[in-house]
């Protein structure tokens, strides 16, 4: 689906040099009439569901790759936000309108990045009538680029992957998805948009959805603020953090062994934005007012958010149609929601009908853009492990990419693949959880596990039904043979590994953790735990402990030791 296009040519804007900048996007509620069958079947789905072999489209295909697809060459209905941009990158003005467009060309990123980067070479040679155009659109680009560094924006490099797969449709391999100045250009451009509609829709005083992203809460600052004093980051965020020290800790951390950790410790702390009729803002984007324009054949609230904006041009008021019951996936959220809400301090104001409409819809579209991030997770999940089965006993590298109190989560170099050494595989003497650090530390040989430690594992089970990979650590110096014939005795299926039900769903990070972890208002304490005796192999047998060892372990048990009694919980 092609729902977006780019124009830019040079203006003079006020006294000063700039550039005119359209986005034009499909006008899907041209066809997709308000109340229809197709309009209730899209609701209902409120977002297409991305996956690696296949899409599930919001709405039928005739549409969305056909009618409301920008093709080149042919001519479209499209809805535009015309645009003045000063030199400074502010947009000076705006205006929307309907349009039938005539694309002229289609571009791949990959093509538009080789232009900026070689205006001489091969690629710009066979556009050389476009070459201007992509120029004036990068001109314009990094005008809103340095205006985004003034606003403070949050902008974090974090590495996405993708599953590359054969007719067939298993995984060939797992690359990194690497973005190009071509990506940036277009989402600068996307974001101007979707500034200027919920401002449209904001200073019309018409009911829409706005897409909010509030900051951080209490906890989750205190949390931050231990991390970053642990990891000696040298610079924190205050009680009332600001979009632009998070981008300033990002930046000055960036060139860091480490950076990856902090930044992924930056966005965690963050709230996931929400579709809500009430304004409050985009924390991450630094913007007073934020919505959804640019995609109306994938996501709902854009279409929305179209019908709202042409209702306003015609003076007229846009009613919301009768919408089907909400469903599991909205009670879910609004569960999570109703925890962040505060006591009011004043008697609340009465909602009106239409405004309680809107609430409805804006939770249904947020629960339902979780539910398909889930799902393609899931099934992204599903395959990774699949394709780890064929490399079961195989040793790789990796680094750390969280620690828990239940084990280190480990991400492969070569593949990109997370797996879990369980805590029991680290050594025989106990481990503790240090929530500030994020590390696991062995109590008495000092060992430290922490974010970005490099360490070399062995895969030794994968459980297909529940999305897990399990691996071992590799100390130096192991029986290579013996490593390799326990795995492909999980690979048999004659492991006899931890049970899952003693695992447990918290032995992975899926967003269900139940290991036991520290509060954050305990200002970072520790959780011990105990790892397995080096002793023990896979199989569950274990080497008799000598009488001096055993001795030992009777004394510490009535001694009392508090981070024994701990550790004697059963793992949930």
């Not at 700039?18 to 996007?25: F, P, T």
């Not at 007073?288 to 609230?301: G, V």
């Not at 402990?545 to 510490?556: D, E, H, T």
């Amino acid at each position: 689906d092609f729902d977006d296009a780019v124009y830019c040519e040079p203006a003079k804007v006020g006294r000063g040099k700039g550039w005119r900048l359209l986005v034009a996007i499909a006008d899907v509620s041209h066809y997709v009439e308000t109340g229809s069958a197709i309009d209730i079947d899209a609701y209902d789905r409120a977002t297409s569901v991305y996956f690696p072999r296949r899409v599930i489209p919001m709405l039928p295909e005739k549409l969305s790759n056909g009618l409301c697809s920008l093709n080149p060459n042919v001519e479209r209905l499209c809805m535009v936000c015309d645009m003045l941009v000063n030199a400074k990158g502010e947009v000076h003005a705006y205006q929307f309108y309907p349009a039938v467009m005539f694309s002229q060309a289609r571009f791949t990123y990959t093509e538009v990045a080789a232009i900026l980067g070689n205006t001489r070479g091969s690629e710009a040679e066979q556009r050389k009538a476009m070459v201007p155009h992509l120029l004036h659109l990068h001109e314009v680009y990094q005008a809103l680029l340095k205006e985004r560094g003034v606003r403070g924006a949050v902008d974090f490099e974090t590495t996405e992957t993708q599953i590359v797969c054969d007719e067939a449709g298993r995984i060939e391999k797992i690359i990194p998805r690497t973005r190009n100045v071509a990506h940036r250009v277009i989402e600068e451009a996307m974001l101007a948009a979707n500034v200027c509609s919920a401002d449209f829709i904001s200073q019309s005083k018409h009911t829409g959805l706005f897409r909010a992203h509030e900051g951080p809460t209490a906890e989750k600052v205190q949390t931050l603020r231990n991390y970053l004093k642990a990891m000696g980051v040298g610079m924190t965020v205050g009680d009332q953090p600001t979009p632009g020290e998070f981008q300033q800790i990002a930046v000055a951390t960036k060139d860091r062994p480490d950076a990856p950790q902090i930044h992924s410790m930056l966005l965690r702390s963050m709230q996931q934005a929400i579709y809500t009729p009430v304004n409050s803002g985009h924390f991450g984007l630094a913007y007073e007012a934020y919505t959804h324009f640019t995609s109306p054949i994938r996501r709902y609230p854009d279409l929305l958010v179209h019908r709202v904006i042409k209702a306003i041009l015609g003076k007229t008021k846009y009613q919301l149609p009768l919408l089907p019951t909400p469903g599991e996936a909205v009670a879910k959220l609004s569960k999570r929601l109703a925890s962040r809400v505060k006591e009011p301090t004043e008697k609340p104001k009465k909602i009106s009908a239409d405004q309680l409409a809107w609430q409805a819809a804006g939770l249904h579209c947020s629960a339902n853009e979780r539910r398909a991030d889930e799902a393609s997770r899931d099934v992204e999940a599903w395959l990774k492990c699949k394709y780890m089965r064929e490399h079961l006993g195989e040793e790789f590298g990796g680094v750390v990419t969280a620690a828990t109190s239940f084990g280190i989560f480990v991400t492969l170099d070569a593949m990109y693949v997370e797996g879990l050494v369980h805590i029991t595989e680290l050594g025989g003497e106990y481990y503790r959880f240090d929530e500030a650090r994020q590390e696991l530390r062995g109590e008495r040989s000092g060992m430290r596990y922490a974010l970005g430690t490099r360490v070399r594992v062995q895969v030794s089970r994968v459980d297909l039904d529940g999305r897990k990979i399990d691996f071992r650590l590799i100390h130096e110096g192991e029986d290579k043979a013996g490593q390799v014939g326990r795995a492909m005795q999980d690979k048999a299926g004659g492991s006899t590994e931890l049970p899952l039900q003693e695992r447990g769903d918290g032995s992975r990070r899926n967003g269900k953790s139940s290991g036991k972890r520290s509060d954050a208002s305990n200002g970072g304490r520790s959780t011990a735990a105990k790892s397995r005796p080096d002793s023990s192999d896979r199989s569950g047998n274990k080497t008799p402990a000598s009488p001096g060892k055993a001795r030992k372990i009777a004394a510490k048990k009535s001694a009392g030791n508090p981070a024994l009694k701990q550790a004697k919980k059963p793992r949930r």
